[in-house]
């Protein structure tokens, strides 16, 4: 007999997966697994998301970290709910995890829930939590050539932001390259170039998750 | 009987890794496993690494990627001996890969041996793959609060480079914070300040590897 531990471990992680999807649909959630390499920008992205939603949808995180609670810090200033996952010495969140956090926060007082995964472009795009969309970003300062590196997460993303393009003249990053390369991987990605410095981009991505919730629910917001 | 799969996986790695050690032993090689986050610099820096030791080290490479042979290519115009591992699915190199790629360098033409790993801030730290030493690089653009967040890689690792140094100004990253926060983790971490495009630091990083090779075989080179 022959064990692959690995096709179990996906079938096992997908049956819960569905649940928690269940779950969220229940509470009326729009749901994203939000991934990156460590660094790229996530929580400085959910600071600036949480500041631009305020009075139209209810943003609600759970943040994945291996050790320490500093996103969530970070994020509680900003008044919404947070759960921190701290995984120890796993890479990625899984449907199980997330399922663990979901007692602790208040589902039915959130319309957008985002889900903070570990800072690795690898292991995450394997493991789906119970998400509507995978949504990731990708910074000028790693390489206009990561699409082709790092196939799986580009290919399983429905959303590519191109982030810190504030820093485009300081790196030899072709942001034409980048999207071609994209979408080599992923014809059908979309992708929005933002800056959390300037701005720029933040109106383009408050409209994708509007469209996203309106998609799903036939409505602009729960209020 | 509880099996525990990690714990085999990792001792039957260990002992794969020692036979590496022994050729690398036996041919003379300082072996050393270079490991980051996706786009922190590890291929920059091993093009000027190569053009740095001319004349005095011969450079050599195994290079792992989980798809493409870009870096292979870059790394080729530099005329060293470079062998390329791609990992498929696999988000980080082990000992048994790195078996595979030995048939396929001249390991008696080499000096030094730098096994690039794949971009991930979190497995790749786990798996010995017949190394003298672990060298991590950190870039300005992740974040002084990495080591923190990821601690196990910044324990492993010998010498931590600080890389992009030349973007400090564009970014909140506080050298001072990073290396307390690496020192908070290993205390006898060395650092060196380093920028591919300035080449600071590049010296002290020429002077760290022949001081590791001296150290090793009691001789500044082979010639």
Same mark, same amino acid.
């Given at each position: 007999m022959k064990i692959n531990v690995m096709t179990d471990i996906l079938e096992a992680n997908? &049956?819960?997966?569905?649940?928690n999807r269940q779950v969220f649909d229940r509470h009326r959630n729009l749901v994203l697994n939000l991934m990156s390499s460590p660094g790229a920008g996530k929580t400085t992205l959910l600071e600036?998301?949480?500041?631009? =939603?305020?009075?139209?949808? &209810? !943003?609600?995180?759970?943040?994945?970290?291996?050790?320490?609670?500093?996103?969530?810090? &970070?994020?509680? &200033?900003? *008044? !919404?709910p947070v759960v921190q996952l701290t995984t120890g010495s796993a890479c990625h969140l899984d449907a199980n995890m997330v399922s663990s956090a979901l007692p602790h926060i208040d589902l039915a007082g959130v319309d957008v829930l985002v889900i903070e995964n570990v800072g690795n472009l690898v292991c995450p795009a394997e493991f789906k939590v119970g998400e509507d969309f995978k949504v990731?970003?990708?910074?000028?300062?790693? *390489?206009?050539?990561?699409? !082709?590196?790092?196939?799986?997460?580009?290919?399983?993303?429905?959303?590519?932001?191109?982030?810190?393009?504030?820093? =485009?003249?300081?790196?030899?990053f072709s942001l034409n390259e980048a999207k071609a390369n994209a979408r080599k991987i992923n014809p059908d990605m979309e992708i929005i170039d933002i800056s959390c410095v300037t701005g720029q981009g933040i109106p383009e991505?408050?409209?994708w998750l509007a469209g996203c919730y309106q998609k799903k629910f036939g409505t602009k917001s729960r209020a």
């Amino acid at each position: 007999m022959k064990i692959n531990v690995m096709t179990d471990i996906l079938e096992a992680n997908d &049956r819960i997966a569905a649940a928690n999807r269940q779950v969220f649909d229940r509470h009326r959630n729009l749901v994203l697994n939000l991934m990156s390499s460590p660094g790229a920008g996530k929580t400085t992205l959910l600071e600036k998301t949480a500041e631009a =939603l305020q009075g139209r949808l &209810r !943003l609600g995180i759970v943040v994945g970290d291996i050790e320490t609670t500093r996103d969530k810090e &970070r994020l509680d &200033r900003h *008044g !919404l709910p947070v759960v921190q996952l701290t995984t120890g010495s796993a890479c990625h969140l899984d449907a199980n995890m997330v399922s663990s956090a979901l007692p602790h926060i208040d589902l039915a007082g959130v319309d957008v829930l985002v889900i903070e995964n570990v800072g690795n472009l690898v292991c995450p795009a394997e493991f789906k939590v119970g998400e509507d969309f995978k949504v990731m970003i990708l910074s000028v300062t790693e *390489g206009d050539e990561k699409p !082709l590196k790092y196939p799986l997460m580009f290919r399983e993303s429905s959303l590519l932001l191109i982030n810190k393009v504030d820093l =485009l003249n300081h790196t030899n990053f072709s942001l034409n390259e980048a999207k071609a390369n994209a979408r080599k991987i992923n014809p059908d990605m979309e992708i929005i170039d933002i800056s959390c410095v300037t701005g720029q981009g933040i109106p383009e991505w408050m409209a994708w998750l509007a469209g996203c919730y309106q998609k799903k629910f036939g409505t602009k917001s729960r209020a």
